[in-house]
């Protein structure tokens, strides 16, 4: 089984909302269309715009993303707790069950499992980094509290992460260098869309290399791993039920 998962937050260097509103329909059409279901890590200020269309008693999970997709480890503890807290809050108001929780780049903190377990969280999938890195394929140590951490799975090479923004940035060897056992796959809406316009804040080299094949290839890339005879998509929940794969 592989964890199918989307990240639900703001276009990334544009602040738009072009990959909720228009990628994310068309994500659930196809997911549909296959009998898949996927785990939505979503910022918690979002919550009503996920809420437009994906309704909280339909097939996929929904988990927290963080309040405002702030970087936890340049946060006071007390603002890093609002954002798990209150995150949460506002999910569930909305009809979501929220059991997990995604750091935003997957950049924690020493205290994020006491955080989590003390907000009611039942497991964490910010295991792993961005970037290449040994982080993505060495398990971390399993916390006294036994909270599950989920989110480490690399391409052939053993370091790059089996997600949707290096599967693009590597094409085509990335489709080569796919792993058929991985049991973790990840993407952002926003690499559907391509928003990364002119006169945002971040470089444009930068902004050219993150749009790198973003748009229709992106759609092709996701399309060929959904219909993977040998691959079963799930969601974290799932994956951690009695009977799944576990972390």
Known sequence: MTTLTVDVERDWGAGGLRGVREALPELLRRLAGRGLRATFFTVGELASELRECLPPDGPHEVGSHGLTHRLLDQLTPAEARQELVESKARLEAHGYRIDGFRAPYLRGRPDLMCMLREAGYAYDASRGSVFP???NRRPGP?????????GASTLRDGLTPFNLTWLRLLHPLGRRMVVPRATHFS???????GTHEAGTPQPSPLRRLHARHAG?????????????PARRFVTCRELLAPGGAGV
């Open 187 to 193: 993407c952002h809406l926003h690499e559907f869309v």
């Open 216 to 228: 229709a290839l992106a759609w092709d890339l996701l399309d060929e791993l959904l219909d993977d």
């Open 142 to 150: 399993v916390p006294e509290d036994g909270l599950p951490r989920l």
């Open 133 to 135: 890195s040994w982080r």
